[in-house]
């Protein structure tokens, strides 16, 4: 992303097929110079061109750079955008960026429990996790979705691995202890969230390994304790201390939102850590945002050089968002250098 602008819907080429669609521009024929091909729509021709000078800076710049996508959302849901995301991430892996994606599914885990009969209990956005909806948690994660992902890449000409934080001992995990005041006596308690976890450690040995052998890690936010037990791990917060033990250039949060807005409702392109705390504490970001935010801090604090926040409901966002100039999300860096067009 260059100089940001408000997100843009992207615009849909139409390519010619066949002879019988070719023809040649007028205006080209009258210098004898320039030299076309019978029947060839060159309008459209030189506009898929531009499209290609225009990310030729950004190709280079981040090749052989290692780049964390957290997927989720309606990006994971709807059919059309799930060949989108696969598309994007080979083409990225195909011009030498390495993409490592790590997957959500919170919705797919409530439609297994849903058919099973269990009920699905929520304190402060944190699905209560017992032994049992820990096994349904480890089928949809671990195999439904990840094999899926996993498949669509590999069906696009990628080469992708499935991976759970278990393999490789990759996430090691610590079990989440929330209290909250008791409604009856207002003293504190501990609420038992069962397997619910946060990150104690990464040890990226086995996505160095998959990464130089030319495969695209996928991995879901599953750790296991030093007690043995498995814990589900909020998937942005296993994307960000990924991305910050493997210095990543750059970590991607796909959202259901277009990034981060402004009290108008318009569209925050570039910010910096200075500015994010100013609009924590006048309330301009607030909800849900908040977590997705505070991920993208702590990766930047330690040392990701830079945070995408953008909308994965718009076809392609991956690419739109590195390899164009206007980009369609928002933009967080360490601290703001001069234009937006020095960060990236």
């Given at each position: 992303?260059?100089?940001?602008?408000?997100?843009?819907?992207?615009?849909?080429?139409?390519?010619p097929?066949?002879?019988?669609?070719?023809?040649?521009?007028?205006?080209?024929?009258?210098?004898?110079?320039?030299?076309?091909?019978?029947?060839?729509?060159?309008?459209?021709?030189?506009?898929?061109?531009?499209?290609?000078?225009?990310?030729?800076?950004?190709?280079?710049?981040?090749?052989?750079?290692?780049?964390?996508?957290?997927?989720?959302?309606?990006?994971?849901?709807?059919?059309?955008?799930?060949?989108?995301?696969?598309?994007?991430?080979?083409?990225?892996?195909?011009?030498?960026?390495?993409?490592?994606?790590?997957?959500?599914?919170?919705?797919?885990?409530?439609?297994?429990?849903?058919?099973?009969?269990?009920?699905s209990?929520f304190?402060?956005?944190?699905?209560?996790?017992?032994?049992?909806?820990?096994?349904?948690?480890?089928?949809?994660?671990?195999?439904?979705?990840?094999k899926?992902?996993?498949?669509?890449?590999?069906?696009?000409?990628?080469?992708?691995?499935g991976?759970?934080?278990?393999?490789?001992?990759?996430?090691?995990?610590?079990?989440?202890?929330?209290?909250?005041?008791?409604?009856?006596?207002?003293?504190?308690?501990?609420?038992?969230?069962?397997?619910?976890?946060?990150?104690?450690?990464?040890?990226?040995?086995?996505v160095?390994?998959?990464?130089?052998?030319?495969?695209?890690?996928?991995?879901?936010?599953?750790?296991?304790?030093?007690?043995?037990?498995?814990?589900?791990?909020?998937?942005?917060?296993?994307?960000?201390?990924?991305?910050?033990?493997?210095?990543?250039?750059?970590?991607?949060?796909?959202?259901?939102?277009?990034?981060?807005?402004g009290?108008?409702?318009?569209?925050?392109?570039?910010?910096?850590?200075?500015?994010?705390?100013?609009?924590?504490?006048?309330?301009?970001?607030?909800?849900?945002?908040?977590?997705?935010?505070?991920?993208?801090?702590?990766?930047?604090?330690?040392?990701?050089?830079?945070?995408?926040?953008?909308?994965?409901?718009?076809?392609?966002?991956?690419?739109?968002?590195?390899?164009?100039?206007?980009?369609?999300?928002?933009?967080?860096?360490?601290?703001?250098?001069?234009?937006?067009?020095?960060?990236?």
């Amino acid at each position: 992303m260059n100089s940001p602008k408000p997100s843009v819907e992207p615009v849909a080429l139409d390519i010619p097929a066949g002879n019988e669609a070719f023809h040649s521009h007028p205006s080209l024929l009258k210098n004898p110079n320039v030299h076309t091909q019978p029947n060839f729509e060159n309008e459209s021709a030189a506009q898929i061109a531009h499209v290609l000078i225009e990310a030729l800076p950004y190709i280079r710049r981040f090749k052989g750079k290692t780049l964390v996508v957290k997927y989720g959302g309606n990006a994971m849901t709807d059919d059309h955008l799930k060949h989108s995301f696969a598309r994007d991430i080979v083409l990225l892996k195909l011009v030498g960026i390495n993409p490592v994606i790590v997957h959500g599914g919170g919705p797919q885990i409530g439609q297994l429990l849903e058919r099973l009969g269990k009920t699905s209990q929520f304190i402060q956005g944190m699905r209560v996790t017992d032994s049992e909806t820990m096994d349904v948690v480890e089928m949809v994660l671990g195999g439904l979705v990840n094999k899926e992902i996993v498949n669509l890449i590999n069906q696009h000409g990628g080469a992708a691995v499935g991976l759970t934080g278990k393999d490789g001992d990759l996430v090691r995990a610590e079990k989440i202890n929330m209290t909250q005041r008791s409604p009856d006596t207002d003293e504190p308690e501990i609420i038992d969230l069962g397997h619910v976890g946060k990150v104690r450690s990464i040890d990226p040995a086995i996505v160095h390994t998959l990464v130089a052998s030319d495969f695209i890690p996928v991995i879901a936010p599953i750790g296991v304790g030093e007690d043995g037990f498995s814990y589900n791990i909020n998937a942005d917060l296993v994307a960000g201390k990924i991305a910050e033990v493997l210095q990543a250039e750059k970590l991607l949060l796909l959202t259901n939102t277009q990034g981060i807005l402004g009290k108008d409702g318009s569209l925050l392109t570039g910010l910096s850590l200075a500015e994010v705390d100013e609009l924590i504490a006048d309330g301009t970001i607030s909800g849900g945002m908040i977590p997705k935010v505070g991920c993208a801090t702590d990766a930047l604090r330690g040392g990701v050089k830079s945070v995408h926040i953008i909308d994965g409901r718009i076809e392609h966002a991956v690419l739109l968002e590195l390899l164009t100039d206007r980009g369609i999300g928002t933009l967080l860096m360490p601290s703001k250098i001069g234009s937006v067009s020095a960060w990236v």
